[in-house]
């Protein structure tokens, strides 16, 4: 199996707070980790690239400071969205993949509110 | 042009019908292919990977034309559950490792 656990679902949070979304692959060793986001009615967006003990590679137009990648462990990767404002509101998926030319395999997302 | 191209549809086809996607990659390096499946504000979920013997899992069939760079799902049979948006994924060797890039999908819709 293949299966990627994200936490938490839902948020509803107000203009300012940081938010952190954990995404743990559960039966297997993720090499590499992906975030996405993804807007309504559009193609997912890559965010960022993750390797365990390495920094993320983001993509062009995607704030380091502002979307903070950890990936602590071959199971585990974090996103956290710092003083999240209503632009960021959106739906963020995460996945995982062995590495190589592995496909990946998708957390439930996260969608994020920001009041 | 895009590295990834799909036909976003909407497709609209009646139970029983069979449809078929194409996806074109621009990369002839690429290396694995997939399909995946997003029903709406769900997650994707990998449906099957494209081999280049082609592969059938049920009443879907995936297909890899190297030579002209492109993959297709038919899907045979369809029903009402298989209504969804529909990505390709091509992952192929660039400056700094494997990477998979996503099509924009094809809407299906499949109607009694």
């Known amino acids: 199996g293949a299966v990627v656990s994200q936490h938490p679902s839902w948020v509803i949070c107000k203009s300012g707070t940081s938010v952190k979304i954990e995404c743990r692959s559960l039966d297997f060793q993720a090499t590499t980790m992906f975030w996405y986001r993804q807007f309504p009615k559009q193609s997912l967006m890559l965010m960022a690239t993750?390797?365990?003990?390495?920094?993320?590679?983001?993509e062009q137009g995607v704030e380091k400071d502002k979307f903070l990648i950890n990936h602590a462990s071959l199971t585990l990767s974090t996103l956290t969205v710092t003083s999240a404002h209503p632009e960021d509101s959106s739906f963020y998926i995460c996945s995982a993949s062995r590495g190589g030319d592995q496909p990946q395999h998708f957390g439930d997302g996260t969608r994020l509110s920001i009041l | 042009r895009k590295e990834v191209e799909q036909d976003p549809g909407p497709f609209n086809v009646p139970e029983g019908a069979t449809v078929a996607f194409n996806c074109t990659y621009s990369n002839s390096a690429s290396q694995s292919f997939f399909w995946y499946r997003q029903d709406c504000r769900k997650e994707p979920k990998l449906l099957m990977s494209?081999?280049?013997s082609g592969n059938e899992d049920g009443r879907f069939t995936a297909q890899l034309n190297r030579a002209s760079q492109y993959i297709s799902l038919l899907i045979r049979d369809s029903k009402l559950s298989d209504s969804a948006t529909y990505l390709c994924?091509?992952?192929?060797?660039?400056?700094?490792?494997?990477?998979?890039?996503f099509g924009a999908g094809t809407r299906l819709f499949v109607k009694a």
């Open positions: 494209v081999y280049s």
């Open positions: 993750s390797n365990e003990g390495s920094k993320a590679t983001y």
């Open positions: 994924a091509v992952t192929g060797l660039h400056t700094g490792g494997f990477k998979t890039i």
